[in-house]
């Protein structure tokens, strides 16, 4: 892996992405070596780096320091797909949603 500051890296996602991806990247591997060869990583790098994923629950709280600044994050279901989530992010007493996909439909 590319970066010395990546095996540091804190990456947070809730459990059904974190297995989903990591299922969809072996899969895409192992077509690719079906037709040619692939070098760009193994199947232990992918293993590695999704070792590294720290799984949240929805409404899990997580704290984080910047600059001597706490920050907290926490996935909120975004309704759109299964383990789908909108980011809320407080940060010098301020909300911020990030929300890259979201579904408002209230039916079940």
Known sequence: MKGENFKETEIYTTTPISKLGFYIIIEAVISKLDVEEFLLFSDKDITDAFIRLKELNYDQNVKLN????????????????IGGSAWKILYNRKTIVYAPQISIDNKK
């Open 66 to 81: 910047h600059n001597s600044t706490e920050i907290l994050i926490s996935p909120v279901s975004s309704g759109f797909s």
